[in-house]
């Protein structure tokens, strides 16, 4: 069965500073992986994704993630944070044969200070 | 291009009652799934529609059911409420099965 680790439930870092959320997953087949952001009241947002190719997956707002298979790693990371990257972050993966169901992992919170 | 849209925003119900969450997709999707948001959790998968028939469904009990209709929108019944139905109920439309999901705002369900 799949899995997903988000290692730190909450994240804090001051404006501008460089920022990594860690994601690990356990799967044993191929998989999809994704990382959504949840901001407060409202549902999720695609900040990018992984199907293939490419490791290095750039995303919205200056995040990128890399996938790492030999350490079934995701980590999310900006290399410059603003305040108004304050929210939940969920990463997220999905069998690519059964890829209709999404298995989340119960989320990062980073809070940024000024 | 309209997204996809739920309602209501929030429920408050009883426990033992019956509850009917409703979502209407993004133009030209055909695929719906809705997922329950337990609070300081992530998402977890209930079922998915495809043109109208179950497409996949997580581990949850038969008291969860679903509908899709012709035009693609979705209901999600909740029959004999318990208190740990209480939750974020997130509706998200695809194009196909097996691409990438939008979600909406969600329906914010408290059972009583």
């Known amino acids: 069965a799949q899995s997903v680790t988000q290692l730190d439930s909450q994240v804090p870092v001051f404006e501008e500073a460089p920022v990594e959320l860690r994601c690990n997953y356990s799967s044993s087949v191929s998989v999809y992986l994704f990382w959504y952001v949840q901001y407060p009241n409202q549902g999720l947002q695609l900040l990018l994704k992984?199907?293939?190719?490419?490791?290095l997956v750039k995303g919205i707002n200056g995040f990128e993630a890399e996938f790492n298979k030999s350490q079934t790693s995701f980590h999310l990371r900006k290399p410059s944070v603003h305040i108004s990257d304050t929210a939940e972050y969920f990463c997220?993966?999905?069998?690519?044969?059964?890829?209709?169901?999404?298995?989340f992992g119960s989320g990062t919170r980073l809070l940024v200070r000024p | 291009e309209t997204g996809v849209t739920q309602s209501p925003t929030h429920l408050i119900k009883t426990r033992g009652q019956q509850v009917t969450l409703r979502c209407s997709s993004q133009?030209?999707?055909?695929?719906v799934s809705w997922y329950q948001q337990a609070l300081g959790q992530g998402p977890q998968f209930i079922f998915q529609y495809y043109r109208e028939e179950e497409n996949g469904r997580g581990n949850f009990p038969p008291r969860f059911s679903g509908l899709q209709f012709p035009n693609y929108s979705s209901e999600l019944n909740v029959n004999a409420l318990e208190l740990d139905d209480s939750a974020l109920y997130l509706c998200?439309?695809?194009?196909?099965?097996?691409?990438?999901?939008?979600f909406g705002q969600g329906t914010r369900l408290t059972v009583v």
């Open positions: 997220a993966v999905s069998e690519v044969d059964s890829s209709y169901k999404l298995i």
């Open positions: 998200a439309s695809s194009p196909t099965t097996n691409t990438e999901a939008f």
């Open positions: 133009s030209g999707h055909n695929t």
């Open positions: 992984y199907l293939s190719g490419s490791t």
